[in-house]
């Protein structure tokens, strides 16, 4: 007899089939082979010892401090642990269970079985003279021979800018991005590139944005998420995919002491009310991006990082672009030119955590990362 301890995160689904297991066993079972860990902030006093005993009657646990069952603070913070087969059954119990369980129990409800996306790579190319990675910048009569060859290279998508959104960077109007990007559509256009991949205007100007949609644009990469209600007209009329990120103030000023009190709180709270405005307006599918470097700190990105699973509650598609910022300089320094072995290793760890799109200056070397990411995952025992 031999014992080897595998990846929890391994294909269940076929490890089972391996050991000829049934597939009524499996669905029994599948529910249990992923433990979940949730924190829980501010909860009543009395509903964590009815949780904690809730959760121990299922298998689950709730691990809450020492004086947490002599109720003496009003509210606790508190960490669950369940499968996702006891988090179903914890689900149930709390539906009608007082002091806020009930509310408690529809959050939970969120995080069952999250949709799984196939990982798509996102190539940035700047058509801005002041992009902060000189190497994303081209001029526009090198745009066909630019965007043939990140094809080549395996990008599926292709994100046409006109203005650089760095920190400090000003807007310098809807007139001089529209003369910008105008020849990279139209080459974009009258080559048919948009038949051999899917293109992005990284664009909140309602003229520039209509331009390229009219021209085989699909997606609309907008760093306000809607701020501009005529940018989302545009985008429900065109049926387009809506990128959705979040960022603290704007370019010029977002990296001004930053500060958050819980930036997964708040980042949340912003996705909800954007994607309420955008189903509002009829935008039927759409991209969330936590915005790597737009108003954080160090300390926010790694965290939005650590924790991007939670964002996969919302059930759309996670988008992450930390493709050679300055976040990798605070941990290694290095100049921007140096911080693909950075890029990469934040990549990894996002797509380990729910993204499925990344946004990348190197389309060659993220192909590479990628296809041996995905064959590491489909390796069995």
């Known amino acids: 007899m031999k014992i080897t301890l595998i990846d929890p995160k391994i294909d269940t689904k076929r490890l089972f089939e ?10 029994i079972m599948k529910e249990k082979t992923e433990t979940l ?13 009815i949780l904690k005993q809730d959760a121990l009657s299922i298998g689950a646990d709730l691990a809450v401090s020492k004086d947490t069952i002599m109720c003496k603070k ?15 059954l914890l689900i149930q119990k709390e539906k009608a269970q007082p002091f806020g369980l009930k509310e408690l129990s529809k959050e939970l409800e969120k995080f069952l ?12 190319l700047n058509a801005n003279e002041d992009s902060f990675y000189e190497k994303s910048r081209f001029l526009p009569q090198n745009a066909k021979d630019r965007i043939e060859k990140m094809i080549q290279e395996g990008a599926d998508i292709i994100d046409i800018g006109g203005v650089s959104s760095r920190p400090g960077s000003e807007y310098p109007g809807e007139e001089e991005e529209f003369r910008r990007i105008k020849p990279v559509v139209d ?37 306000t998420a809607l701020q501009n209600d005529e940018v989302a007209k545009i985008a429900a009329s065109f049926d387009a995919t809506m990128v959705l990120m979040h960022m603290k103030g704007t370019p010029k000023t977002m990296q001004k ?15 909800t009310q954007r994607i309420e405005k955008a189903l509002k307006f009829g935008i039927k599918d759409i991209i969330l991006d936590v915005g790597i470097g737009f108003g954080k700190r160090l300390e926010d990105n790694l965290l939005l990082i650590k924790h991007l699973r939670h964002f996969t509650k919302f059930g759309y598609r996670l ?19 140096e911080r693909l072995p950075g890029t990469l290793a934040i990549h990894q760890k996002a797509l380990d955590n729910g993204a499925s799109v990344l ?12 296809d041996i990411y995905e064959a590491i995952k489909k390796t069995l025992i």
């Open 257 to 271: 002491d930053p500060f958050y009190e819980d930036v997964i709180e708040e980042v949340d709270n912003f996705f």
């Open 74 to 88: 009003e509210r606790v913070d508190a960490v669950l642990i369940a499968n996702e087969k006891e988090l179903k």
């Open 113 to 124: 079985k999250p949709q799984k996306y196939p990982l798509k790579i996102m190539g940035v």
């Open 37 to 49: 860990l949730f924190f829980i902030k501010d909860l009543k006093t009395p509903a964590a010892n």
């Open 319 to 337: 988008l992450i672009g930390a493709s050679r910022k300055s976040m990798i300089d605070k941990i290694h320094p290095s100049p921007t030119k």
């Open 187 to 223: 080459a974009v256009y009258e080559n048919d590139l948009y038949k051999k991949a899917i293109f992005s205007l990284d664009s909140y100007s309602p003229k520039c944005l209509t331009y390229a949609l009219e021209r085989g644009f699909k997606i609309v990469n907008d760093i």
């Open 18 to 27: 391996k050991i000829e297991c049934s597939k009524a066993g499996y669905e």
């Open 359 to 370: 946004r990348v200056h190197d389309v060659k070397e993220h192909r590479q990362m990628i």
